[in-house]
């Protein structure tokens, strides 16, 4: 999983994006972790 985001982190860094574009990609992974958690937990 910390491969995927490093990878991630360079895509970005290499897009160069703006602050805007660059915390809506933070929030949707952030928001992605969580969707997996609250997944694992309701099937637990």
Same mark, same amino acid.
């Given at each position: 999983? +910390?491969?995927l985001?490093?990878?991630?982190?360079?895509?970005i860094? +290499?897009? +160069?994006?703006?602050?805007f574009?660059f915390?809506?990609?933070?929030?949707?992974?952030?928001?992605?972790?969580?969707l997996?958690?609250?997944?694992?937990?309701?099937?637990?």
């Open positions: 999983m +910390e491969i985001i490093t990878q991630i982190v360079e895509i860094k +290499e897009m +160069e994006l703006n602050s574009g915390s809506f990609i933070v929030l949707s992974i952030f928001i992605f972790l969580n997996n958690n609250i997944v694992g937990f309701l099937k637990s």
